[in-house]
């Protein structure tokens, strides 16, 4: 049986805004578990340590956010293949004393792109734009989903290139041709259109325009932000005068979210209702 004082917490700077404790109180109803979930606030620089105070009051394991999820790759003693492959991790817990660490952010993608949206990805032509902690995170499963095509490209592209050379070894046995480019020289390669464009930039979060081309969506492709709320509408709405489809981040965090609390507790969680109950929540006009 469970215990009740399994405590589980969500670290980040900044992390008032996280949904997370909202998603694992979902999850833990609905699995009949008793746990606790918090948020916790850790100082740039001073995540090994703040873990460490964490873990000797009883944490059994945590999510990690921005901009920790480095910090918590380099500090876990044995890391999953996602999380190896991303170099960073969202996931961290004690097994028999050892510090493990997955990153189910790419899996989340993925789960929502193909359940919550139905679409198939096998075969698909890919667009990610971003090589930071988020792109690095969503490429493995994404090559794992069937993709016959990934192109990754950055604003800085060296960044691409390392990020696409470790993956290269999955992408051939996976029959994935992925390669990388510079966001500069992207929209002079005279791309034919992408079924799937996702943008894992940070350019979103200061409410910055990527300059893009037109040509990189067609109709019926599907455009994706990882951010939600105010953050991903400047790509979607730019994308939405270009193809049918667009998709913010949302399902992407209640996926990753289900993922964690799989990895924890043994049961993946039904998402469906909480993805519809927290997108109500979510684009409820603010009084
Ligand atoms: P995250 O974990 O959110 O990915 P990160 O590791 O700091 O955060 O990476 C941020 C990503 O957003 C990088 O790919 C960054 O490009 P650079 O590698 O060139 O820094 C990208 N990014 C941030 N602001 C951008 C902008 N205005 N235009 C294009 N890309 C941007």
Request: hydrophobic share 45%; with cysteine.
């Amino acid at each position: 049986m469970p215990n009740a004082a399994d405590h589980y917490t969500v670290i980040g700077n900044p992390i008032a805004h996280s949904r997370s404790p909202w998603l694992h109180a979902k999850f833990a109803a609905q699995t009949q578990q008793a746990m606790r979930y918090d948020r916790s606030l850790l100082e740039i620089g001073n995540f090994a340590s703040g873990l460490a105070q964490l873990r000797a009051n009883g944490l059994q394991g945590c999510n990690v956010t921005v901009p920790f999820k480095i910090d918590a790759f380099a500090l876990a003693q044995w890391h999953s293949p996602a999380a190896s492959l991303a170099q960073a991790c969202n996931t961290l817990w004690w097994d028999a004393g050892v510090l493990k660490a997955d990153n189910t952010d790419g899996v989340g993608l993925v789960r929502d792109i193909t359940h919550n949206a139905g679409f198939k990805l096998q075969g698909k032509r890919i667009l990610v734009i971003g090589a930071g902690g988020a792109g690095a995170g969503i490429l493995g499963p994404l090559i794992d989903a069937g993709c016959a095509h990934i192109l990754l490209t950055n604003r800085t592209p060296i960044k691409a290139t390392e990020v696409a050379n470790r993956h290269a070894t999955l992408a051939l046995a996976c029959g994935c041709e992925l390669s990388a480019c510079g966001l500069d020289d992207l929209n002079g390669l005279g791309q034919q259109a992408f079924d799937v464009v996702i943008n894992a930039s940070a350019a979103s979060l200061g409410g910055q325009h990527i300059h893009l081309s037109d040509a990189l969506l067609a109709p019926h492709s599907l455009a994706i932000d990882l951010m939600y709320g105010q953050s991903s509408r400047v790509f979607l709405d730019w994308a939405a005068e270009r193809c049918s489809q667009t998709r913010d981040g949302l399902g992407m965090l209640v996926e990753q979210a289900a993922q964690s609390f799989a990895i924890w507790r043994g049961s993946l969680p039904h998402t469906d209702n909480v993805l519809r109950e927290l997108r109500a929540i979510v684009d409820a006009p603010t009084p």
